[in-house]
């Protein structure tokens, strides 16, 4: 199938299953809880999956990132290098990203380095329409030159992480036009979780990670890897980063 052959060849070692995943049998319930980093903004309460066990308040943001992409050029916390096949455009409070139908690849990585081993990513997604086979949209963090992220391809997200070029993913489901992807990092694992509206959360895998965060960016990947007669396009509406500690 198309997660197959996207993990043989994005992918070496390591025993996978008959998809070409790794994963662990663990079974993950949907988790009920806003963002941390909005909780401050608009008030609103609830029991986060990974903290929060004992009713009180979600303890706010000791550093907090947001970009609503609402100019009219890319902010200078980003750094990006844009593939010329491909366009960058800010439209309506979005940031549009034409895929084109050739190889290519665009990468934005924010400018500062960031403490991530106790903090709350979240991507939104006003649209995707990468559905063709050999197009994906990555998001996550990287870290000393590996990486943790979400990725929309092939007709799934994969909850997934490099490490020396290997790409390992630890679970995954359908593409249901979630709105939100996130990235949860406290005690040493990670959340991958999906959200149509913010608040109930699926969660696709919790692993463990070696990587040190303490000086990790935030990173959105985007591109075409094997050619296709239907272009992808990516609209973001926003990215929001809150560090607990």
Sequence with gaps: ??????????????????????????????????????????????????????????????????????????DPAWSSEIDPAMQLLFMGGRLVLTYAEQLSWSTLHSVEAFDLADADLVLELDHFTGMPYGTELNFGLVAAGASIRLTICCGAVLAQEVVDEEVVTYGYADWDEARYLRLRTQGGEVHYQTSHDGIEWATLAVEEYGLDLSGARIYIGAGTWEETSRPAVARIESVDLCVVR
């Design 1 to 74: 199938d198309d997660i197959r052959s996207y993990h043989l060849r994005h992918s070496r070692k390591r025993a996978r299953n008959e998809h070409g995943i790794v994963q662990r049998p663990r079974q993950f319930q949907t988790a009920r809880g806003g963002f941390l980093g909005r909780l401050e903004n608009d008030g609103a309460a609830g029991s986060e999956d990974s903290g929060d066990s004992d009713g009180g308040q979600i303890p706010a943001c000791a550093v907090s990132f947001r970009d609503d992409f609402e100019g009219q050029a890319l």
